[in-house]
Structures are given as C-alpha cells and as structure tokens.
C-alpha cells in the first residue's frame, strides 16, 4: 500500500507541475450551435491529445441523463448533436476517456437525498475482473466505479462481482478486515503537504470505524490515518454507495482553497485489507479520474440570426484569401460558414471559438480572376445570411497609378507580421513610410528620414511591421493602409490583419 500511495503522489505531482500549462482543462471552448429544424443543437469542443481517447457527451432531460459519443470534427475538435430543449436551461456535462485517466464533469445530485438512485450517479470506469491481489476475496475486486456531488455532499459507488461487501473474513475473532475505499485529492495543494482523504468503509473495532479520514504523508497505516468526519453508506441493487459531507472535507486546514481555480478533484476507488498489528494490502484499485465540478448550461434563447462584415478578397493573380467578420448576437457558432465562388462552395477556417465575441473567418483558394463571391453563413442550417462582393472591391494589389515606385508587402492578410518591400527615387532625399487606419488615423511610422536614399546607398528595402501602434500596443484586427513618400512622389496600398 505504501507503494501505491507514493506513485500516486508522483503522479499527481506530474500533474499539478503542469496545470498551469494545461490549467487541468479537458474541454476548451465549449460552444453550441442555435436551434436546428430538426429540434436539435450541436455542441462542439477541443479536448487535449492523448492515445485511444473517447469523448462522451451527456445532457439532462429533465428526469435523467442521456449520452450521446461526440465524433471528431476535424483536428481536436469534436462534436455532439443533442435534442433541444425549449423554454428551459439545457444543462451538459462531458466524459473523457483514455488509456491511463478518465476526465469527467460528474453528475449534480439534485434533491440530495442519501442513499440516491445507482443511475444518478456518473459513471467513471469499469476496471478489469480478475485482477485482484486476494482472488479468494472475490468481494474486493472492483468490477467498476461511479462518482457524484451535491450542494453539501460527495457521493462515490463502487460494484463488484459478488455484489455483497462483507467487512471481514468472519468468525469470533476475524484474521482479515475488509475495506473499500474513495481516495480525494486536491491537485493543487498536494504538493504542499502531501496530505490526501478518503471515504472508508470498513470497521475495525476501536481501531478505525468508518468515516471520512485524512491521509498524513505517503504511506497508509493506522498512525497516519485521522478521522475527521462521518461516513454514509449503503449497499443499493449490489452497489455500495457512500457519501462524506462536503462542507467537513473542504474546511480541513490541509485540504486547501476550494473552489480551486481548475474546481477539480482526483478521485479513486480502491479495496484494501488489513491485519493486526498494523498491516494494510492493497487488493485492488480503479482508474484514477479528474473530477471538474462543472456544468455547461444553456440559458434559452430567441435566436437571431448573425451578421457580416468587412466582406474582403485579395485576388493576386494565382490564388485567392478570402476573410470576413461573423458576428452572433446569442454566442452561437455556424453550422455553414463557406464563401461560393464560380458555383463551387468552400468551407472557411477560423482560429477564434469565443463567439460572443466578433470571430474571423477566411480562407486561401487556387481561384483567380473570379467576377464574384458570396459568403453565406446560417447558425441553424437552414436561416442563411450572405453577402456578395465582386472581384476588385475587396483588398487588390494591382499598381495604383501615381509612379513607377515598388510598394508590397507580404504575407496579406497577414497575423502577427508582415514584411513591407519598396524602392525609392535615386534622387530622393527624404522617404516616409507610415501606417494608417481606414479613419485616416496614423498608426505608426516606420520610416522617416531626410537622408534614407544617400545613408542607404540602395534603391531597394524592406521593413517589417508586427501589428503595433507608435506605443507599442497590438492593433486590432482590419484593414489598414500603409503609404510611402521619396521625394516628391507617393504610393498607398491596403493589407488585411487577421486574428
């Protein structure tokens, strides 16, 4: 049992080294589509990478929880499609599996009543028949493992194959006590203290009964062992179903702030046995989970439909990007977004999911010399908005006729930076080349000198810009113009940044 224990602080100590790069988030981005005709709603959301992952999605229906497998979109990006719910919140949580962890948002209990329903509980594993260290003690090999919570409970349930859970060999005298157990981490404040709990049903008479217990340091025994509050349990359809008060566990001086900032417990179940004098065997345990105590809720809504803006196309003679603005009034992400060009439809990309907020889209196609192009957009699949731009009224970069100066740059659009190329007069002495917003605001310069040409003793330059103002704050994404001088002649040309 010490051994376990330790490698079970190793690893949380790997993880909680890392929550700040992965702040312990499974789900990111979690977002929903609008009502669909078919009285549905799409969810998508990017998990993290890991081998053999499974992603499950569950909503509440009013009178149970519903699954439903979410299927890979495209990248890490999956998707689930569940029934609509009008004129009431939509409440869902998700389930992550993968070979070494499971990472769940478990069920809230919502009338609280101990013992509750087996079903009401999320289920978190099935763990493998067979492999117990006692096999004679088949009531010790876990079969599988479920987990839950309330306002003022932890709830846990384990099965096994018999479905009875006895709490010792029997007899007068018992050579062996039987105990089934929930391990309860805290990830961010092991580190500090090496201290974990657990929900312990079991009784060895004087000795340890039942109940809630803190564990102090890396090893299990009676000495490090210290009881800090009550047990609930009951066996329920062959299931042991146990619950601590939540209020007890959080409030102890070691288990530290909760909520915590990821709002997320480790959690696994385990049988164990134990003989006089002092001597703990572990017999078997469960897949550890990450439990997020969360919720994705869906307020309901009257669906408006989105808007477009800043509709654009650069045609450079060999291909095409083509970007717009998607803006929803109630968060929703589209099911369609694709520009049409020459009656062929293109899906367009977007690397922002924050749709409460105006989101990019865009795409580079192997068009060109296209009359015109239509973006469409619907976040129901079947309410469309479009707008159509023809080829020439978005961003060109055919020469505007002012002289023979060189001014380009690339790439645009462009994110986070551009290189500006341009030449100037051979007989020039001052050059000023300088960004501008669509007001006519300067934004920064980048040039400006009475002496370029001649301190130079070239013709030809280039200049990078990294979306910053003369402060050096980033920009917004748009379009802006950026426009040279050399001597007594000028050239302006527009370049697109995207975010």
């Known amino acids: 049992m010490k051994k376990y224990i330790l490698f079970c602080l190793i690893l949380i100590?790997?993880?909680?080294?890392?929550?700040?790069?992965?702040?312990?988030?499974?789900?990111?981005?979690?977002?929903?589509?609008?009502?669909?005709?078919?009285?549905?709603?799409?969810?998508?959301?990017?998990?993290?990478?890991?081998?053999?992952?499974?992603?499950?999605?569950?909503?509440?229906?009013?009178?149970?929880?519903?699954?439903?497998?979410?299927?890979?979109?495209?990248?890490?990006?999956?998707?689930?499609?569940?029934?609509?719910?009008?004129?009431?919140?939509?409440?869902c949580r998700f389930r992550t599996e993968a070979d070494t962890l499971v990472g769940m948002m478990p069920a809230l209990i919502l009338d609280d009543i101990f013992p509750p329903e087996a079903e009401e509980l999320s289920f978190v594993a099935d763990d493998v028949i067979g492999d117990n260290l006692d096999p004679e003690n088949t009531n010790l090999d876990i079969t599988g493992n479920y987990f839950g919570y309330s306002d003022s409970r932890f709830y846990s349930a384990i099965t096994n194959d018999p479905g009875t859970y006895p709490l010792n060999s029997g007899g007068l005298i018992p050579s062996s006590f039987y105990f089934y157990i929930t391990l309860i981490i805290n990830p961010e404040s092991v580190l500090l203290d090496s201290v974990g709990y657990a929900m312990i049903y079991g009784n060895v008479p004087i000795f340890l009964p039942q109940g809630l217990y803190r564990i102090n340091g890396t090893e299990i025994s009676l000495e490090t062992l210290q009881q800090i509050?009550?047990?609930?349990?009951?066996?329920?359809?062959?299931?042991?179903?146990?619950?601590?008060?939540?209020?007890?566990?959080?409030?102890?001086?070691?288990?530290?702030?909760?909520?915590?900032?990821?709002?997320?417990?480790?959690?696994?179940?385990?049988?164990?046995?134990?003989?006089?004098?002092?001597?703990?065997?572990?017999?078997?345990?469960?897949?550890?989970?990450?439990?997020?105590?969360?919720?994705?809720?869906?307020?309901?809504?009257?669906?408006?439909?989105?808007?477009?803006?800043?509709?654009?196309?650069?045609?450079?003679?060999?291909?095409?990007?083509?970007?717009?603005?998607?803006?929803?009034?109630?968060?929703?992400?589209?099911?369609?977004?694709?520009?049409?060009?020459?009656?062929?439809?293109?899906?367009?990309?977007?690397?922002?999911?924050?749709?409460?907020?105006?989101?990019?889209?865009?795409?580079?196609?192997?068009?060109?010399?296209?009359?015109?192009?239509?973006?469409?957009?619907?976040?129901?699949?079947?309410?469309?908005?479009?707008?159509?731009?023809?080829?020439?009224?978005?961003?060109?970069?055919?020469?505007?006729?002012?002289?023979?100066?060189?001014?380009?740059?690339?790439?645009?659009?462009?994110?986070?930076?551009?290189?500006?190329?341009?030449?100037?007069?051979?007989?020039?002495s001052f050059v000023e080349l300088v960004i501008y917003n669509l007001k006519g605001q300067e934004v920064k310069t980048l040039v400006c000198s009475n002496s370029f040409a001649a301190a130079s003793k070239k013709l030809t330059h280039s200049i990078t810009w990294n979306g910053t103002d003369q402060t050096g704050k980033t920009v917004s994404s748009g379009i802006y113009l950026y426009k040279l001088k050399s001597g007594n002649f000028e050239k302006t040309r527009k370049m697109l940044l995207m975010k």
């Open 229 to 428: 509050g009550d047990l609930e349990a009951q066996v329920v359809d062959n299931t042991l179903i146990m619950a601590c008060d939540l209020e007890t566990l959080v409030n102890d001086e070691y288990f530290g702030d909760w909520p915590s900032l990821s709002n997320s417990l480790i959690v696994e179940m385990a049988t164990a046995t134990f003989s006089l004098p002092d001597v703990f065997l572990l017999t078997d345990y469960a897949k550890f989970s990450l439990q997020f105590i969360d919720q994705y809720v869906i307020e309901p809504f009257a669906n408006v439909l989105p808007e477009l803006s800043d509709c654009l196309a650069v045609d450079n003679g060999v291909s095409s990007t083509f970007s717009c603005t998607y803006f929803d009034e109630n968060g929703n992400f589209p099911l369609i977004n694709e520009v049409e060009v020459e009656g062929s439809s293109y899906e367009l990309s977007s690397i922002m999911f924050d749709y409460t907020e105006p989101v990019g889209f865009f795409t580079e196609l192997p068009v060109s010399g296209w009359q015109e192009a239509t973006f469409r957009f619907s976040d129901n699949g079947y309410e469309f908005v479009e707008e159509s731009i023809q080829n020439g009224t978005g961003i060109t970069n055919d020469p505007l006729p002012m002289n023979n100066l060189q001014l380009s740059n690339y790439p645009n659009p462009f994110n986070p930076a551009t290189t500006i190329s341009f030449s100037v007069t051979q007989t020039s």
């Open 13 to 91: 100590g790997f993880i909680s080294a890392h929550s700040q790069i992965i702040d312990l988030s499974i789900w990111n981005n979690i977002r929903n589509s609008s009502y669909t005709i078919d009285d549905s709603m799409h969810i998508r959301c990017e998990t993290i990478e890991l081998p053999n992952i499974e992603t499950e999605l569950f909503y509440f229906d009013g009178d149970q929880w519903q699954g439903t497998e979410m299927e890979l979109y495209n990248g890490l990006t999956y998707e689930g499609v569940i029934p609509a719910i009008y004129g009431g919140a939509q409440t």
